[in-house]
Structure formats: structure tokens, C-alpha cells
């Protein structure tokens, strides 16, 4: 069984800087499509930024362009999302997703963790 879990979320304030891991176990990254998603309050989720494992090309939000980045580390399964320049509206649940390989769509979530930006 495939699991995601996510950490790193928490309290920052604006301007601040928090770095978010998703660890995969049960297997690896090879072939998928791991993303983050994340869903404001009272919102719709939204897609941040993603990354195609194998082909190494990534994908960021307009609203998170310059400020976020996507790195991985295929030895512990493990994809970080930097996020520079907080701001109060970056405040939601941060969600980390993947595909199976060859599909489209996430199929295996995590449980999500939170972001508050707040003075």
C-alpha cells in the first residue's frame, strides 16, 4: 500500500520562509507525477506545483512563480516544496499528491498539512 506524508507546514509570518517534505512509502516516485495542491478556507483546492519524476519537468501555479520551488531526493523517496515570501493569502491546507505511473490523475494523497501565514 502507497502512502504520503506530509510535514513541515506551520505558523509563519509574512515574508517567511517554510520548506514542506512528502515522503512516499510502499514505493518509489519513478513514472509518477507528484504534485501539491493546497485549499484555502471556504475555497476550492488548487494545484501549487508539480513535478513528472521521470522527466524532471516541473509545473508552478502563476500565484507561486519566484517564490516556491520543487526539489527532490529519490534516495529517501522524498519531494520538498520551498516556499519563499509567504503571504497571508498562501494560508490553507498544503496537500501532496502523486499518479500511478503512466495515469493522469492523483490517485494517493496525503493527509495534508497546514500553512498559516499571520502576523
Known amino acids: 500500500q502507497v502512502q504520503l506524508v506530509e510535514s513541515g507546514g506551520g505558523l509563519v509570518q509574512p515574508g517567511g520562509s517554510l520548506r514542506l517534505s512528502c515522503t512516499a512509502s510502499g514505493r518509489s516516485f519513478d513514472n509518477s507525477v507528484v504534485g501539491w495542491l493546497r485549499q484555502p478556507p471556504g475555497k476550492e483546492r488548487e494545484s501549487v506545483a508539480s513535478i513528472n519524476w521521470s522527466g524532471d519537468t516541473t509545473y508552478y501555479a502563476p500565484f507561486v512563480k519566484g517564490r516556491f520551488a520543487l526539489s527532490g531526493d529519490s534516495a529517501k523517496n522524498t519531494v520538498y516544496l520551498q516556499m519563499n515570501d509567504l503571504q497571508p493569502e498562501d494560508t490553507a491546507i498544503y496537500y501532496c499528491?502523486?499518479?500511478?505511473?503512466?495515469?493522469?490523475?492523483?490517485?494517493?494523497w496525503g493527509q495534508g498539512t497546514q500553512v498559516t501565514v499571520s502576523s
Open positions: 499528491a502523486m499518479t500511478r505511473p503512466g495515469e493522469m490523475e492523483y490517485t494517493i
